[in-house]
């Protein structure tokens, strides 16, 4: 019998794919490609959730800053999304690797029958070696640049946790702007301390995530933490760790202690 392959979804936030301008961060993009291409090379099955498609967007029209407006904003999402694929077509076919692009709505995860056909496209994409590339659908669903609604998904991490537990992933990896959870903002305290591994959720655990991050991006530690939980609690472990340094993705899926990984009750957690 064949081994099972392993596999794993990554998540990259836009404060690690673009530049302080919202310009494409072309090193860091590129870098990151190369280790996930590497990794697929190794035998693991990889899916990548992208954000970056507003930000990407409103500084190829030239805007000065992210657009108020929904319609706007939506706008900018389908125009940097063309160019996001673009680039991620590009340079991963530089590593012989095919990429597939995947926008999700909430009802496409919440309803069943569309949950199940999205199943089988994931499942289908890897048989066959392919990377999917997945983004929320901002040009058609507000949910993650629009709040004071109910909302199935809402932001990436949550998306790709989602993702995560639909695909029956190994691991999930959470690349970030920071390497990962602090008992306080390292920002504001240069005496905070990274917590290498949280098994519970506590109370005293949510209450170390602030607000959101930067004007590029919609997330932060909160919206990681939600991400904890969903993966939590459908016995997948997650790591959060920095993006900038993508190649620390070598020790994470060996079960090495990078950043922050929470881990499931039960689970066995090196893959």
Not at 43 to 64: D, F, H, N, Q, R
Not at 206 to 230: E, N, P, Q, V
Request: proline share 3%.
């Amino acid at each position: 019998m064949a081994e099972k392959k392993r596999k794993i979804v990554v998540k990259v936030g836009t404060s690690t794919l673009t530049h302080g301008s919202g310009a494409m961060n072309l090193r860091s993009m590129e870098h990151l490609v190369r280790v996930l291409s590497d990794l697929a090379g190794m035998g693991y099955e990889i899916i990548l959730v992208s954000s970056g498609a507003i930000a990407v967007g409103t500084e190829k029209m030239g805007l000065a800053e992210r657009p108020r407006e929904l319609r706007m904003k939506q706008a900018m999402a389908a125009v940097g999304q063309c160019r996001m694929m673009h680039l991620y077509d590009k340079l991963f076919s530089e590593y012989n690797r095919s990429v597939a692009q995947i926008l999700l709505t909430g009802d496409d995860v919440d309803e069943p029958d569309r949950a199940a056909h999205l199943r089988d496209t994931f499942s289908a994409l890897l048989e066959m070696g392919v990377i999917p590339v997945v983004n929320e659908n901002d040009s058609v669903s507000a949910a993650e640049i629009e709040s004071g609604n109910h909302k199935v998904l809402g932001d990436n991490d949550t998306l790709s946790a989602i993702v995560a537990v639909l695909c029956e992933a190994d691991l999930l990896v959470l690349l970030s702007d920071i390497d990962g959870l602090y008992d306080s903002d390292p920002r504001k305290n240069a005496s905070a301390k990274l917590l290498p591994e949280v098994r519970e959720l506590t109370p005293e655990i949510l209450d170390m995530a602030g607000g959101s991050g930067s004007w590029r991006g919609t997330g932060g530690m909160a919206t990681k933490l939600s991400a904890a939980a969903i993966a939590m609690k459908n016995g997948l472990e997650m790591v959060i760790t920095n993006g900038r340094r993508p190649e620390d993705l070598y020790e994470i899926v060996r079960g090495g202690s990078v950043g922050t990984r929470f881990l499931a009750a039960g689970k066995e957690y090196a893959i």
